[in-house]
């Protein structure tokens, strides 16, 4: 009987920490949502937020901002009239 | 004492106070009587079931209280399905007390001797085969059937005769894993691994349990084909856990409109992951309980019975979360005492009265051992 009892006491605390974890994992699961579950955004609902690489530069809101905020020449400038962009002038303008 | 029946009762009234407002909360959003009925019943009827009994057969207190309280959740669950099914479930949890009365009775009367776990185990085979022999026979006794295994197995093992202990739990195993159902057939083999763990002194016998039981298993799943794409619950449980509330809403959740047998996921849905939680706490502290019982009985057959119990149950219930998280890829069982499936709730209060003969017998001990010594006074 005594062995009995040191077996009960054994098979009792691995079903509780068993059924501890479970219950654990499953509070997880539900914290952490499936990730099918998130929203994919479509191209269509995406595609007005993108800048237009070839629309006007927009003036520069104040002196004050820094350098990384404002578009750089070459992401914004339209090519001059007359004038196809090529590759190779993209290498000149970069010292390429 | 007085301090401790103190104790017992403010944690009733709690539980009283807390189930009249889970009620009473619905009752006055929905403006349905039948609700406001429900939030004066509810309480009354759990207060009745907890003082009636302990007249008539001294049922283990703490145990009843926890099953009680489970069963509770399960009403409020179908609350905002619709008051009737609410009705209905509580009507099937009272009339599941009759089970109750029958465990601990059994308990109580029996004496382990082969005639009568012959007799346990044909019975138990019967409700386990049924299905098979009645094809069109819709409702599912495996966990009673289950239950009397394990009563029979405890039986055998304590008349030392592991033959036909073996036999009856591998029979039952075979039976489970023929009508498919693979959660309880893993339930009933780990249990019937660790009664025999537990209860038989013999190495080499716990090891042939052991071994036949996985060998089964093998036999079945390999070369006999189960399909594990047949169990289509499975990927809509962890969407259904997903898409659970943290905390109880704020406006009235919308009914599925669907009756569910699976009144745990429907309870997380509309009370929010807290109450599951709650759910979950409370069946570990029957755990608890029922392996305190076991430790304090004097006779290993009492020992075996609650030992069983109790593993059915925590196994039950591990199965079945980690068959909702996608740990097991198998049909699982109901979450104890959170089902609107009748046979089920019933096996599940057979069980619970199996926890309450084996209280009454420790109960009857301790009582033998007063009288015994004044009389040595």
């Not at chain 2, 098979?132 to 029979?152: E, K, R, T």
Request: include cysteine; glycine fraction near 6%.
């Amino acid at each position: 009987m005594k062995t009995m009892r040191y077996r009960i006491r054994v098979l009792t605390l691995v079903l509780v920490c068993a059924l501890l974890a479970v219950m654990l994992w499953t509070a997880k699961s539900i914290w952490v949502k499936a990730p099918e579950e998130t929203p994919v955004p479509s191209a269509e609902s995406l595609s007005p937020s993108l800048p237009d690489p070839w629309a006007e530069p927009t003036p520069a809101p104040s002196a004050s901002s820094s350098s990384e905020e404002t578009p750089s020449s070459w992401e914004t400038a339209s090519p001059p009239a007359g004038e196809t962009r090529t590759p190779e002038a993209l290498f000149d303008t970069f010292g390429l | 004492m007085r301090k401790n029946s103190s104790f017992r009762f403010r944690v009733c009234a709690l539980l009283l106070v807390f189930f009249a407002c889970v009620f009473l909360l619905p009752a006055s959003r929905t403006g349905d009587p039948t609700l406001y009925m429900l939030s004066a019943a509810v309480p009354g009827a759990m207060l009745l079931l907890l003082l009636l009994p302990s007249r008539i057969f001294a049922p283990d207190r703490p145990s009843l209280a926890v099953a009680l309280s489970l069963c509770g959740f399960s009403l409020m669950a179908t609350v905002y399905l619709s008051a009737d099914e609410t009705v209905s479930q509580g009507i099937r949890c009272a009339a599941g007390l009759f089970f109750l009365t029958l465990g601990a009775v059994l308990v109580h009367s029996f004496r382990p001797s082969v005639p009568a776990a012959g007799l346990l185990v044909f019975f138990g085979f019967g409700l386990l085969s049924l299905p098979l022999v009645l094809p069109g026979f819709s409702f599912s006794l495996s966990d009673g059937g289950m239950a009397i295994l394990i009563f029979a197995v405890s039986a055998f093992l304590v008349l030392r005769l592991r033959l036909p202990a073996l036999l009856a739990g591998l029979g039952g195993i075979v039976l489970l894993l023929l009508h498919h159902e693979i959660g309880s057939a893993a339930v009933l083999a780990v249990s019937f691994a660790a009664i025999f763990w537990a209860a038989s002194d013999s190495a080499l016998w716990s090891g042939a349990s052991l071994v036949s039981a996985v060998g089964l298993f093998t036999v079945f799943l390999g070369p006999l084909g189960y399909s594990f794409a047949e169990d289509s619950g499975i990927s809509s449980a962890l969407s259904r856990l997903s898409s659970m509330p943290l905390l109880p809403p704020e406006s009235v959740p919308e009914a599925s409109g669907v009756a569910s047998s699976d009144l745990f996921f429907m309870l997380g849905e509309q009370y929010g992951v807290v109450f599951l939680l709650c759910a979950g706490l409370l069946l570990i502290l029957l755990l608890i309980r029922g392996a305190s019982l076991a430790l304090h009985t004097r006779k290993s057959f009492h020992a075996s019975l609650a030992l069983g119990a109790v593993l059915l149950f925590g196994l039950r219930a591990l199965v079945f979360l980690a068959r909702s998280v996608e740990l097991l890829p198998i049909s699982a069982p109901a979450f104890p005492f959170m089902t609107s499936s009748m046979p089920d709730l019933f096996a599940h209060f057979f069980l619970l009265g199996l926890l309450s003969g084996v209280s009454a017998r420790n109960e009857a001990d301790l009582e033998e051992d007063a009288r015994l010594a004044m009389l040595a006074r």
